[in-house]
């Protein structure tokens, strides 16, 4: 039993103390546990206390409420309409600050950061799990980036772990396609740690909060995963199509044009066709971003491209009003991009995005602590 519960952000979070281990359940299960600005604004503050109070002494294990999702992404619908006011300029800023911050947990404090990423995990969800030092996936998780079929970008941190993937040019591939990934493929994508029945999660989670220390997580963990993993569904044809044609390309017009050339015409243009529908104006962007982000050693560095890129996709184009508006407003699905073809995005737009300094100021994060990703 807890020693104690907190409930915030109006019941959105629920904190369970057990001691060594802190138990958090994301609470919004009817909206797949999508991360709201309050919710950030209610993370930091404990994350501050536990490595303040409890350096090396607890172990952080975060969980989605119910069946269908660990976190289905930020609450993009209140960032398309700045509900309430000041999201969009704040939320990037926290969500990105407590990205950080797990992912400087057991460098800076000694705390191993457990994500149990069963069920739909997406955009925010990736970022409050993967720079973790933990991340326990299932045959229900379904992890996917498709920020840039809503005219955004991979962000949370995705210009880090999405360029050091397990295979040459998979990061790129599911940054600009939005396809998903699921159960094992997790794993051996190097986006999940460990792979667990999904059965055996409840049993798991049990065993989690009766730590001692934590030191003892890692043998936990172990003696719950699956002896066996179905392989990953991706063969070797598919996985030598993706590092052809997403890993050497500098522009997306390089993409499209190695994937018209392919011997497999079916699945070269199964995967145009699901880049063609992303705003072109992403679809560019997120390219330079992981080429970018596939240099860079510092995250901090990372985040400070990261919030200028998110700045610019909420002040210099409509596509992420449009996005939204098409996809989950709407739902029609019928989102009119401008411009409206990659052809039409000058180089010079760009490089707006990476050169424009916020009005708001840009993201200061100290830059001496976690260096490159652990995937």
């Known amino acids: ?39 950030v604004k209610a993370l930091q503050p404990l994350y501050d206390e536990w490595q303040r109070i409890q350096k090396g002494a607890c ?38 600050t407590l990205n950080y911050t797990i992912g400087n947990l057991m460098k800076q404090s000694g705390i191993p950061h457990i994500a149990i990423l069963d069920g739909i ?117 598919t996985l030598q199509l993706i590092k052809t044609c997403f890993s050497v390309p500098q522009k997306i017009e390089d993409v499209l044009n190695a994937l018209s050339r392919e011997m497999d015409q079916e699945l070269s243009n199964s995967i145009m066709r699901d880049i063609l529908k992303a705003s072109p104006t992403s679809l560019k962007v997120t390219l330079e971003q992981l080429r970018r982000g596939a240099k860079m050693t510092d995250t901090a560095e990372n985040y400070h491209m990261e919030y200028r890129l998110s700045q610019g996709f909420m002040n210099l184009t409509d596509d992420f009003n449009e996005g939204v508006r098409a996809t989950l407003l709407d739902k029609t699905n019928d989102p009119r991009w401008k411009p409206s073809s990659v052809a039409q995005v000058q180089e010079s737009f760009v490089s707006k995005f990476f050169d424009t300094a916020p009005a708001s100021g840009d993201l200061k994060l100290p830059s001496s602590s976690s260096t490159t990703s652990r995937l």
């Open 59 to 96: 172990a952080i294990v975060m969980r989605g409420a119910g069946k269908k999702a660990f976190c289905a992404g930020g609450d993009v619908v209140g960032l398309a309409r700045d509900d309430p006011p000041g999201t969009r300029v704040h939320f990037f800023k926290e969500e990105y």
């Open 121 to 237: 995990t997406m955009g925010g969800g990736v970022g409050l799990s993967l720079h973790g030092s933990h991340r326990v996936c299932t045959e229900a998780t379904m992890l996917a980036m498709p920020e840039c079929a809503l005219g955004l970008f991979p962000d949370v941190g995705g210009s880090i772990f999405l360029p050091r993937l397990s295979h040459p040019g998979l990061g790129e591939y599911f940054a600009l396609t939005g396809r998903r990934l699921k159960g094992a493929d997790v794993k051996h994508a190097g986006m999940g740690t460990h792979f667990v029945p999904r059965d055996s999660v409840p049993d798991l989670v049990n065993s989690l909060t009766q730590l001692s220390s934590p030191n003892s997580v890692d043998s936990v963990i172990k003696s719950f995963v699956a002896p066996t993993i179905p392989e990953f569904s991706l063969d070797d044809a």
């Open 1 to 39: 039993m807890a020693k104690s519960l907190r409930t915030l952000a109006e019941g959105a979070l629920l904190v369970e103390d057990f001691g060594v281990t802190k138990l958090i359940t994301l609470n919004r299960e009817k909206a797949l546990n999508a991360l709201t600005w309050p919710m």
